[in-house]
C-alpha cells in the first residue's frame, strides 16, 4: 500500500462481511460521500481483504445516506492534502492503487448507486464489474469545468466499457446525464424504481454468490483479456483457468446437483 505520510487521514470507509457478500460502504455524508485520502487508503485495503478470503464471491460497493454513491474528491480536504508536490503524489498513489485493486480482484464486484455518481465517484464505479442505479441517480465528469486531466490509465477502463464516443460526450460537456441516458451508454446494468432496488440488488448478489466460484473467476480474467490486443493476451492463463474448473470438486457437484435436481453447493475447489 501507498505511504499514507505522518497524518492521520480521516477514514469514513464501512466494511462489512455478510456471508459471501462483502459490502464497502462510503460515509461522507455531508458531503455526498466524496473521497478524503482516508477513503482511498481504506477502500484499497478493504478490496485487497476480500480479495484473499475464501468465503467471500462477491462484493457490493454503495453509499450511505440515500442520496449519493459518491461525488467524487473532498475538495475542503485540497489545501490539506493536494497542495505540494509530495502531498499530490501521495494522493495520487492512494487513488491509483486502490482503484488498481477495485479492477484486478478476480471476485465480480457491483456499484450499487443510488444518487449521485460524479467525478472520482464514477471512477470507482467504473473500475467495478456491473453498475446498478435507482432510476433518480445523476452521473457526471466535470473535469473540463475545473481544468483537470485524465491520463490513460484514468480514462482507458472507461473507453473500454462505453467506447470512445460516449466517453468523449461525457467528458467534452461536463453536464449531469440521466439514468436512463447512461444505461443506454451501456454503462448502467439496470435501472430500477428505488423502490425495487435494495430487494433487486441482494437478490442479483445472493444469485452470484451462489454460483460456482472458478467458474466465475475465469470468466472475468477471460474478459479482461479479450480486452487487450490479441499479441498481449495472455493466452496459456486462458486455458490454464478452464482446464481448473473442468479438474475442480464443484464440476462434479455441478453435474450431480443437474442430475438429482438440487440445488449446487459450491466451495471453489
Known sequence: MPDAGTDTPIKRIIVEK??????????????????TLGMWQDLGKAIEDFANDDSIRVVILSGEGGKSFCAGADISEFEKNRSSEDSVRI??????WSSDQLRTIEKPTIAKIDGFCVGGG???????????CTDDSIFAIPAAKLGLGYRVDGLKPLVDLIGPSYAMELFYTARKFTADEVERMNYANRVLPRAEFEAYVEDYASTIAGNAPLTIKAVKIVVNECLKDDSDRNHDLCASIVDDCFKSEDYVEGRRAFMEKRKAEFKGK
Open 18 to 35: 455478510d456471508g459471501a457478500i462483502g459490502r464497502i460502504k462510503m460515509d461522507n455524508q455531508s458531503r455526498r460521500n466524496a473521497m
Open 91 to 96: 494522493y495520487n498513489e492512494a487513488v491509483e
Open 122 to 132: 464514477f471512477g470507482i464505479a467504473t473500475c467495478c464489474d456491473m453498475r446498478i
